[in-house]
């Protein structure tokens, strides 16, 4: 599910050929779940699409005009620090990468089961 689709991500970042469109995808995702790290809820597009017993969420297509529209921005700002920052390996540490930090930021506690 996304909530900024991948053409409309390709033009916020001025890319014009679609041999990316599978990494901005995967970046889009990505940034949805940096924000969720963020807001401590998990987004879903649409109601039915919660799991049942699930509470704590975002449902997208409950939101004000307002607040789809900052979501929206959001994702775009964090998806252009992915692109930006998406081959910045070099003599950094990773824990260094602002764009790699901040996908992984949600991790530290993983439940399993």
């Known amino acids: 599910m996304y909530i900024v689709s991948a053409p409309e991500a390709m033009q916020h970042l001025g890319?014009?050929?679609n041999h990316e469109e599978m990494m901005i995808n995967n970046f889009l995702?990505?940034?949805?779940?940096?924000?969720?790290?963020?807001?401590?809820?998990?987004?879903?597009?649409?109601?039915?699409?919660?799991?049942?017993?699930?509470?704590?969420?975002?449902?997208?297509?409950?939101?004000?005009?307002?607040?789809?529209?900052?979501?929206?921005?959001?994702?775009?700002?964090?998806?252009?620090?992915?692109?930006?920052?998406r081959d910045s390996i070099t003599d950094l540490k990773l824990s260094e990468n602002p764009a790699f930090s901040a996908c992984i930021k949600g991790f530290n506690e993983v439940y399993i089961g």
């Open 15 to 17: 890319i014009t050929h």
């Open 29 to 85: 995702l990505a940034a949805q779940g940096i924000i969720e790290q963020e807001i401590e809820k998990d987004i879903y597009l649409k109601k039915e699409d919660v799991p049942e017993g699930r509470t704590n969420v975002l449902i997208y297509e409950m939101l004000t005009p307002s607040k789809k529209a900052s979501l929206q921005v959001a994702i775009k700002l964090v998806l252009t620090t992915l692109y930006l920052y």
